[in-house]
């Protein structure tokens, strides 16, 4: 494509400076159209540094370019392409090599591109990854042995070896998807919990922007995805090996996910009152429950990242707070589920926009539709039933 005519406009009063798309001639004046201070400004050359040609070069390559302005770190264009999304695939692909990252935005239409230097990627300390794993283990044998099953070491091994599994899983998904995708995350980070369950369950960091909607949509739901079906069958045997108590001995759970109660009736028939809990079992209702608390469509979590790749900033933002809002309230007419303090976590941890993909314009492909629709079914089936 055809070099576009440069400009570099220099501001009479502040020290004001840019380079935009222009045919104006060398001294000709720009009246009142500094940015910064609002006064005249005038061409000063009608030529490109080279720290700008590059990029500019990158996004001609791709687009055809219908303006341009510079800032301080970045190159705002305004631009077009008969099939935005991949020419920005392929712009991305360049400019990586070359340092710099391209982010769309805008709707269909009136395409927006903003290029700016590669961020740093900066690698996490693994004995911190470690260090959280083995306290993990630890917090989770402890649960197991005081607060679930009673002095019984190999029990309460069985289910701190069984989470572990299940929530190393979740996060291996994620980890998978973000190879696939070209995303740098983090290994995960075990979090250990001083309480009866022993953990909140495990997260990996994303490092590097996510590039399409597409991958969003992946990074988020292959974790919960991965998690939930190695707790399915495990959960499974677990009730195989758990005994009804006739008559009733000591409290039940106080609820039970929903596929978790389906199991149950498999299982026995019926949904006992209460039973001898197998470690595997009690493990997957853990880890169901933690899929459900991930897999809320809100704010950063791995449902929200989902529901991102589906919908605007503004909707996802309008989602979340009312899926917070909603979820504090319903703990007014049901205490005893824990949905309450999700609602509270949701609200008080994501206030702001969630950023989205690189390429937010976009529409999502088919597939990656229907792996959206899949998560939410999954979710439904992890939600939380009072028992009794
Ligand atoms: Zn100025
Ligand atoms: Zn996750």
């Known amino acids: ?135 993990t283990f630890l917090t989770t044998f402890v649960a197991g042995y005081y607060w679930i099953f009673d002095g019984k070491t190999l029990y309460a091994a069985l289910f701190s070896g069984t989470i572990m599994l299940m929530l190393g899983t979740h996060e291996l998904g994620h980890k998978i998807a973000a190879w696939r995708n070209g995303v740098e995350s983090t290994l995960p980070y075990f979090i250990p919990a001083p309480t009866m369950l022993g953990t909140l369950g495990a997260v990996i960091r994303i490092k590097s922007p996510i590039p399409t909607k597409e991958a969003l949509v992946e990074l988020g739901a ?20 758990s005994k009804p108590e006739i008559p009733p001995v000591g409290d039940s759970l106080p609820f039970f996910p929903a596929i978790f109660v389906m199991l149950q009736l498999l299982t026995f028939g019926h949904v006992p009152a209460s039973m001898t809990i197998n470690p595997l079992a009690f493990a997957g209702w853990v880890m169901l429950l933690v899929t459900m608390f991930n897999l809320l469509p809100a704010g950063q979590l791995d449902g929200g990242h989902v529901a991102r790749g589906v919908m605007s900033r503004e909707r996802h933002y309008g989602l979340t707070r009312a899926l917070g809002l909603s979820l504090l309230l319903f703990g007014l007419f049901f205490p005893q589920l824990p949905l309450w303090i999700f609602g509270l976590l949701i609200l008080l941890l994501f206030r702001g926009y969630h950023t989205g993909a690189l390429d937010d314009v976009s529409k999502l492909s088919k597939r990656q539709k229907s792996l959206a629709a899949v998560t939410f079914i999954v979710f439904l089936l992890c939600l939380p039933i009072p028992s009794g």
């Open 222 to 241: 292959s974790g919960p995805l991965f998690g939930f079906l190695v707790a399915l069958p495990l959960t499974a045997v677990g009730l195989m090996l």
């Open 1 to 135: 494509m055809t070099k576009p005519p440069v400009a570099r406009l220099e501001c009479l009063k502040c020290k004001y400076f840019d380079y935009r798309m222009s045919a104006r001639e060398v001294g000709e004046l720009v009246p009142g159209e500094c940015p910064q201070c609002g006064e005249d400004m005038k061409v000063a050359a009608r030529e490109l540094p080279k720290r700008l040609a590059e990029p500019l070069a990158l996004v001609a390559k791709h687009f055809k370019i219908s303006d341009f302005v510079t800032s301080k770190d970045r190159i705002k264009f305004e631009v077009a392409a008969p099939n935005s999304k991949r020419s920005f695939r392929s712009l991305l692909d360049d400019s990586k090599q070359k340092g710099y990252l391209p982010v769309m935005r805008g709707r269909e239409g009136e395409l927006r591109l903003i290029m700016m230097k590669y961020p740093r990627v900066s690698k996490g300390n693994i004995a911190v990854n470690l260090l959280l794993l083995g306290a």
